[in-house]
């Protein structure tokens, strides 16, 4: 079943169910004050000739009495003491009979009278009684009666309109329910096809905002997910698109040169030098791998840091001390600043993978007699590392991608330099699961700067442990 049609059926059972709760308490306080205002004027009334008769009690009394009520809807019996009929404004039948045969005890009734009859619906009257004492100390009682046909029929003709009234409120409720559903569930149904397109592998899909509720919010995460999916399938396919390159290149070189190994006519010092090509790029493919299976280690959570408590300043004069012979030999200078020693929690062989990527990256793009600076500085509780050259430094329009995986600034220059564009993606990585960030900034000939910002930890936790 269709959520329009479920949530159409909830609406109506729900507004069905107050409405005829509501219609069902007003009928009946509706009857039940009209009846209760029929029997407090018939009692009315009836006091109303006894104080008369307790004034003046003669037969022209009780003659203008019975003339009176011959006159009305309403009916008056006037009773002695003992029950015998002393006026009557019509002629007594069984139903009146039975009332007044009921023997009331004057003392029993209030001087206000008391209603002893008010069944509308099973019998023909509804009656009260009010008790009388004359001047002439004559006792007795002023029984008034109504016939219940008008009452009746009052109520019939308002059950008509209650009826009609709930028929109609029946059909705009159905209508308004039918048009409500539609238009809650116009936006469901739009999500529902575009979520259809997107496992189609279609995310070309358009979702309008219409609210700032909850379904507003839901489009709008659709959206986001189709872009987020669409972007992830275009990486996708780049990714293998440049690892089938990375991959080609150097099988060709093996493939080729060990073509040419096999010819029986090849003097020895070319096929050492053939091997040692193939050997070369049989290494180039190995490393290549290696960082492959680092990254799919990081995809899959099952890349581990083992943290340990280590003193900043010390921990990257270890990294460069191993360095800087390197940069000796290229003519680069290797310059370290850390005016304040502090505690970080690292995994030192992982951090140390971060440095030396940075500062290889460093050495490559940097030129003879320049200076590579390695800063360690104090902001609050944060401590930052800044990598800063006076390299080449990085176009701005390829900063925004240069941690993405086999982004390469200069294609040219890969097979020079060994890289394969996942260096970086591996050091954010690792830098992200320090609870870290790391950014870039860097001008065209002038250099870069890679800053890493990581968390202090204090000197007494180290103690601790």
């Not at 709760?21 to 009209?34: A, D």
């Not at 049989?282 to 581990?304: G, Q, R, Y």
């Not at 370290?336 to 929690?345: G, L, R, S």
């Not at 329009?397 to 890969?414: A, M, N, Q, W």
Request: proline letters at 2%; one cysteine or more.
């Amino acid at each position: 079943m269709k959520i329009s049609i479920k949530l159409g059926l909830w609406f109506f059972i729900c507004i069905f169910i107050i409405e005829a709760v509501s219609m069902f308490y007003l009928h009946q306080n509706v009857v039940h004050t009209l009846v209760n205002e029929e029997l407090t004027s018939l009692k009315s009334r009836g006091n109303s000739h006894r104080d008369v008769l307790e004034n003046s009690f003669d037969k022209d009394t009780l003659h203008h009495i019975q003339l009176m009520e011959s006159q009305t809807d309403t009916e008056v019996v006037i009773t002695d003491k003992s029950g015998k009929i002393l006026a009557k404004s019509k002629v007594v039948d069984k139903s009146m009979e039975r009332i007044i045969e009921k023997r009331v005890n004057y003392n029993e009734i209030p001087k206000n009278g008391v209603i002893i009859q008010s069944d509308w619906e099973i019998e023909e009257y509804i009656s009260t009684v009010s008790p009388y004492q004359s001047k002439e100390n004559k006792i007795g009682y002023v029984y008034m009666f109504k016939s219940n046909e008008n009452i009746q029929k009052f109520i019939s003709n308002l059950n008509e309109h209650f009826i009609l009234a709930s028929i109609l409120i029946l059909f705009f409720m159905l209508i308004t329910t039918i048009f409500l559903s539609r238009a809650l569930t116009k936006p469901l149904v739009s999500m529902k096809n575009a979520t259809r397109k997107i496992s189609k592998g279609d995310f070309s899909v358009s979702l309008p905002i219409s609210s700032n509720d909850e379904l507003g919010e839901l489009s709008n995460s659709i959206r986001k997910l189709a872009n987020d999916l669409n972007y992830l399938t275009k990486e996708r396919n780049e990714f293998l698109a440049s690892i089938s390159h990375e991959l080609r290149t150097p099988l060709t070189y093996i493939k080729g040169y060990a073509d040419l190994g096999k010819k029986n006519n090849l003097a020895e010092k070319d096929r050492i030098n053939y091997l040692s090509i193939i050997y070369e790029e049989a290494d180039h493919v190995n490393k290549l791998l290696e960082e492959l299976f680092e990254l799919a280690k990081m995809d899959e959570n099952n890349f581990s840091i083992k943290k340990e408590k280590i003193k900043i300043c010390e921990f990257m004069k270890s990294i460069i001390r191993k360095i800087e012979p390197v940069y000796k030999s290229k003519g680069v200078q290797l310059d370290f600043i850390c005016n304040e020693d502090a505690y970080v929690e690292i995994d030192p062989i992982r951090f140390e993978q971060v440095c030396f990527n940075l500062l290889d990256n460093s050495l490559k793009y940097s030129d003879i007699h320049s200076t590579t600076t390695i800063e360690v500085k104090k902001r609050g509780n944060k401590i930052i590392i800044l990598i800063r050259d006076q390299g080449i430094g990085i176009p701005s329009e390829d900063l925004p991608y240069i941690f993405d995986r086999l982004y390469r600034v200069d294609k040219s220059r890969s097979r020079l330099t060994g890289g394969f564009g996942l260096g970086l993606s591996i050091v954010k990585e690792i830098v992200n699961a320090h609870g870290g960030t790391i950014s870039v900034d860097s001008k065209k000939n002038e250099g870069t700067c890679f800053k890493i910002t990581l968390e202090e930890k204090k000197y007494e936790e180290c103690l601790i442990n």
